[in-house]
């Protein structure tokens, strides 16, 4: 499952990066400013398909899943009755790639875990959500 993640990652971003080169014009056209938001997108694809390979590759699966933050993070969301509605509504809303899904779950779970650490508590919870794999959790719900 993982491997197959991972190819069909890199095929987007590839797919996303033969986009950007064939308006290569348009773009040179337009203000450098307007051109941020798709280098932004591109890198976040890049890190993203990066990630998949990573996980694809490691050792450290578990249950299935890329690690144990990635299998403990879904689990949680969906087995909560709000942080799955959230997912949900996140899955479902229209006109996102995988990309900006994955990123609007990474916010949402950030917020409401983080809500209330401080110090070594926030450290700890930061690095624990930094592993999670969150185009896995997004894809996984997706194709359920």
């Given at each position: 499952m993982k491997k197959s993640l991972a190819v069909n990652a890199l095929l987007e971003t590839v797919d996303f990066a033969g986009e950007l080169l064939a308006h290569h014009q348009t773009y040179m056209a337009k203000p450098r400013s307007s051109l941020a938001g798709q280098h932004e997108e591109a890198h976040r694809r890049l890190q993203a398909s990066a990630a998949l390979v990573r996980a694809a590759e490691a050792d450290d699966d578990y249950q299935g899943w890329s690690n144990r933050e990635t299998w403990t993070v879904n689990l949680w969301l969906c087995n909560e009755p709000a942080p799955y509605a959230a997912m949900s509504e996140i899955i479902e809303r229209d006109g996102l790639s995988?990309?900006?899904?994955?990123?609007?779950?990474?916010?949402?779970?950030?917020?409401?875990?983080?809500?209330?650490?401080?110090?070594?508590?926030?450290?700890?919870?930061?690095?624990?959500?930094?592993?999670?794999?969150?185009?896995?959790?997004?894809?996984?719900?997706?194709?359920?």
């Open positions: 995988p990309f900006e899904r994955s990123d609007r779950l990474e916010e949402y779970t950030a917020a409401r875990w983080s809500r209330g650490f401080t110090g070594w508590q926030s450290d700890m919870s930061q690095a624990f959500l930094a592993r999670v794999n969150w185009l896995e959790i997004i894809t996984s719900n997706t194709e359920a």
